[in-house]
């Protein structure tokens, strides 16, 4: 009686290559929880993966004085081809990472929302495109903080 | 379970213009109450639309975004009939769908 040998080794390279093949599939977007912790610009361009270059395709609005720092409207429209996705930093809260939001196909890249800013400061709109990141940035004075009170 | 959101949306040019404002208490963790006994944080962290089965933004937030968070985007797209639905999970793992029709 003869153990086919050489099948079993080929069955056992197959299961072997099966059983890496999900890991393909890791490399989908994952929340960027390192950027969202960071506590400066630059720990968050790492979070993010890249400096972000000036760029005046990125219309960014809003208020330059904010009355309450808790509801302050922005207002963020990237013009660059190939945006997927886009930031809002706002340079003294305590982390100062608000919110990503990612563009598939077919989505304006614009989006308006309200943040917290807790005291006067820039606020940074991040846009990335083809795998590069843009920039623009924006004053806003608040005359009452974002943080309770 | 928390309160439902309010979701508007209109239809123009095939552009598809929504308006969403969610009943959340967005806590920062770092606000102290009345007693100095500071407010646990409690706020959302992902929020997904979807225009019927496609996902049309996905967003990741942070406690820096208001309370009664507000959300405006186009998509292309989008007929009478269709649903427009907003999902939103927040950090204790809380979440809540909403959806609408378009006229």
Redesign the interface.
Known sequence: MHFPRRSFLTLLTLGAAAALWPLRALAA?V??DAA?AAKTLDEIYAGLGGTPEPSSEITFLSPEIAENG????VNITSKIAGTDQIAIL?EM???P????????E???T???????VAQTCKLHALVRANGKWYSTSRETKVTLG???G | MANPMRIRATTTNGVTEVKALMSHPMETGLRKDSAGVAVPAHYIQQVQAKHNDKVVLAAEWGPAVSQNPFLQFRFNGGAAGDKVSIQWTDSTGDSRTDEIVLA
């Open positions: 977007w929340r960027p969202f808790a509801v302050v409207p706002v809260n305590p982390n990472l608000a919110a990503v939001f990612n563009f598939p077919g989505t304006d614009a989006v308006q929302t309200r943040v917290k974002g943080c309770g």
